[in-house]
C-alpha cells in the first residue's frame, strides 16, 4: 500500500451522520423529476431479495426516498429501455447500465474459474447461448427448465449454464416476469459503446471505489470496500487516486474518506420520516450503521422464531435523520399490521405513527393494526397517534 495523504478536513459525529444522509438521498428535496432512475443511478447499487412483506427490497428503496411512487412504475423504470442489469455487487443487484464497464474486472475473474458453481454437461452451455439468439429473451424455465427437482438449490444444468454465462457477462437479465430473471444475450442488450468499453481491473476498481465513496458521502476504507464487496486491498490500490479525500471524523477513530462535493456545502434540507427495508444501502453495513447511527441492526428472517427480538422483517424507522425504532410489518388484506413495534422512546411515537400510514396508503392499506409494543407504557400513545390520523 502506498503513502496516503493526511486529512485535511475534521468532521464531527454530525456532520458525517448529515453528509451519510444526503449522500443516500434522505436529506433535503428529492429529484422526484429524475424519479427512481435517478434513485439508482445516485445509490449506483440497489439490491435485490426474495423476501416480500410489505413489497420486495428493490420497490422499497425508491420508496423510502421518493414516496408513495407506483409499484407498477418502479418495476418498469428499472427494467424498459435497457437503463439496468442485474450483477453480483454488494450482493444481486440492480444496478445501472452505465456500470457495466466497471465490472469487467468481475466477470474476468468468473471466467478464470471455469467450473464456477457446477460441472456441466457437455453441450449445455454452448446450446443455452444459441437459444437465446434466436429464441431470446427467456426464463430458465423457457429454456428448458430451472430445476432438476423441488429443491431451491437443485439446479438443472440449463440453470446452472445461463447463469455461468451472466456471471461471464455473455448473457443479461434483461427483466424480472413473475420475479423469474428474464435472460438475453449481453450483445443485445446492452449499448455497444457500454459492451464494448473493456476497463482494465485498476480502471475499474479505481471507478468503483470513487462511485462508492460519493454515494456514501463519507466512509472508512471497510464502508467503501463493502458497498461493492470488493477486498480491502483493492480498495488500497486504486484509493489515493479515486477522486475521493482523506478525513478525519469524530469517534470513528479509523482513517476516513469523503466525497469532495459533499464538503462543499453543508448538508441541509427536509427530512424523510419512513420505513426502511434493512436492506436499504443507508443501513446494509452494521459496523456502519452502528458507528453513525449508535443503531443496532440485524435481519431475523433466518433467525429460529423463538430467537428473534425485533420480529421476522423489522424494519428501521428513520425520522429526523435518525434510526427511532422499530417495525416488524405484515398485511392481511387492507390492514397493515404491525406485529411488533420497538420505540427509542416517547419522542418516536409521532415519527413511527407517520411511517406507519404513509407505508400502509402505499401498499393500498386502509387500517393499521398494532399487535405488540415492547415498551408496554408507549402502545396507547401510539394507538391515540394512528386513530386520530384514520378518523
Known amino acids: 500500500m502506498t503513502s496516503l495523504p493526511r486529512p485535511t478536513t475534521d468532521l464531527s459525529a454530525e456532520e458525517a451522520r448529515r453528509i451519510a444522509l444526503r449522500a443516500q438521498g434522505f436529506l433535503g428535496t428529492p429529484d422526484r423529476r429524475a424519479g427512481v432512475r435517478g434513485i439508482l443511478r445516485h445509490l449506483g ?36 429501455d435497457t437503463h439496468a442489469f442485474e450483477y453480483w455487487s454488494h450482493a444481486a443487484c440492480i444496478l445501472p447500465v452505465e456500470e457495466w464497464p466497471h465490472f469487467a474486472f468481475r466477470r474476468r475473474a468468473y471466467r478464470s474459474r471455469p467450473h464456477w458453481n457446477h460441472d456441466l454437461p457437455d453441450g449445455t452451455y454452448d446450446q443455452v447461448i444459441k437459444q437465446l439468439r434466436t429464441e431470446g429473451p427467456l426464463t430458465a424455465t423457457e429454456l428448458g427448465g430451472a430445476k432438476k427437482t423441488s429443491e431451491w438449490w437443485d439446479w438443472s444444468g440449463t440453470k446452472v449454464a445461463v447463469e455461468r454465462a451472466l456471471m461471464y457477462g455473455e448473457v443479461v437479465c434483461t427483466e424480472r416476469r413473475g420475479w423469474k430473471r428474464v435472460y438475453d444475450l449481453a450483445e443485445r442488450a446492452v449499448p455497444e459503446t457500454l459492451l464494448h468499453d473493456e476497463l482494465d481491473d485498476t480502471e475499474c476498481l479505481r471507478r468503483l471505489v470513487g ?39 469524530e469517534g470513528w477513530g479509523k482513517p476516513a474518506w469523503a466525497d469532495p462535493a459533499a464538503l462543499e456545502t453543508p448538508p441541509r434540507g427536509r427530512h424523510r420520516t419512513t420505513l426502511l427495508s434493512p436492506f436499504d444501502s443507508l443501513i446494509w453495513e452494521r459496523a456502519r450503521t452502528e458507528r453513525i447511527f449508535g443503531f443496532t441492526h440485524r435481519l431475523e428472517a433466518y433467525t429460529p422464531k423463538p430467537k428473534r427480538v425485533y420480529g421476522y422483517f423489522a424494519m428501521p424507522v428513520l425520522a429526523g435523520g435518525r434510526l ?25 411515537v409521532p ?22 409494543v415492547d415498551a408496554s407504557e408507549l402502545r396507547e400513545p401510539l394507538a391515540k397517534e394512528l386513530a386520530r390520523a384514520l378518523d
Open 351 to 372: 415519527a413511527v405513527a407517520q411511517a406507519l400510514l404513509e407505508a400502509a396508503s402505499w401498499v393500498d392499506c386502509t387500517n393499521v393494526r398494532v399487535e405488540r
Open 324 to 348: 427511532v425504532g422499530r417495525v416488524d410489518p405484515a398485511r392481511e388484506g387492507r390492514t397493515l399490521v404491525a406485529k411488533q413495534v420497538t420505540l427509542d422512546g416517547p419522542k418516536a
Open 211 to 249: 462511485l462508492a465513496g460519493k454515494s456514501l458521502g463519507v466512509g472508512t476504507r471497510a464502508d467503501i470496500a463493502d458497498y461493492h464487496r470488493l477486498k480491502g486491498e483493492q480498495v488500497d490500490a486504486v484509493i489515493a487516486d479515486s477522486g475521493l479525500v482523506p478525513v478525519t471524523v
Open 45 to 80: 447499487a440497489v439490491q435485490l431479495d426474495t423476501i416480500s412483506v410489505l413489497a420486495r427490497s428493490h420497490e422499497l428503496i425508491p420508496y423510502a426516498r421518493l414516496g408513495a411512487v407506483g409499484r407498477k412504475t418502479v418495476d418498469e423504470a428499472y427494467w424498459t
